[in-house]
Each structure stands twice: as C-alpha cells, then as structure tokens.
C-alpha cells in the first residue's frame, strides 16, 4: 500500500554536506512513524533516526546525532534527512523506512515498508 522512494546520496568529501529525501505514495502518510536506516556490505543494517507522526518529535543513533536532521512534510508525503559533518563511516546505503505502530518500533527495525535505498559515499 505504500511505497518509499529515496533519492539525494551520492559521493561526497568528509566534512561535506548532503540531504535526502524519500518520497512516500498513499493517502495515510501522517499514520506513519518514518525514520532512516543505513546498511554498509557486510554489516547490519543499523538505525540512524525517527520521527514520529507530526515530526515535533525525533530520535537519532548516537553515531549521528548532532550532525544529522530528519524532518517531515507531511503535505508533500516526503521525509528528509539532512547529513552534515559527514564522515567515512557514514559511508552506506540509506534507506527509508514506515512503521504503523510506534517509533520506538521503527528505532527496533520492527518496520512495515522500507525504500530502495540510496548510497552514500563520503571520501577521505
């Protein structure tokens, strides 16, 4: 019933700055808690940040917090994430992610949809 499509990564300096963006289709976005997982090969796929239904409210992984930022638009159907201060280790696919339930679901990975994922590469 939903569908996520992220787009914004790319290849990017250490130290630079990027925004993602995921757009969601369906008539029942704002029921969801949104949020950004990333996922480097042959590591698990970890939490990055949430947000619940409003977006007044936001949860970060500690490895980003104070670099990244989510928002919601919940008239455009799309959820951002803008990455500053970005390291090597942020180097991953990133993908979007709804939860019906609650946000502390979606921090655990108890997901309903997730997107196709966008890669994100920062150089040295």
């Known amino acids: 019933q939903v569908q996520l499509v992220e787009s914004g990564g790319g290849l990017v300096q250490a130290g630079g700055s990027l925004r993602l963006s995921c757009a969601a289709s369906?008539?029942?976005?704002?029921?969801?808690?949104m949020g950004w997982w990333r996922q480097a090969p042959g590591k698990e796929r970890e939490f990055v940040a949430a947000?619940?239904?409003?977006?007044?409210?936001?949860y970060y992984a500690d490895s980003v917090k104070g670099r990244f930022t989510i928002s919601r638009d919940n008239a455009k159907n799309t959820i951002y994430l803008q990455m500053n201060s970005l390291k090597p280790d942020d180097t991953a696919v990133y993908y979007c992610a709804a939860a019906s339930v609650s946000t502390p679901d979606l921090v655990a990975g108890r997901v309903d949809y997730w997107g196709q994922g966008t890669q994100v590469t920062v150089s040295s």
């Open positions: 369906g008539r029942t976005f704002s029921r969801y808690f």
């Open positions: 947000a619940t239904r409003s977006g007044s409210s936001t």
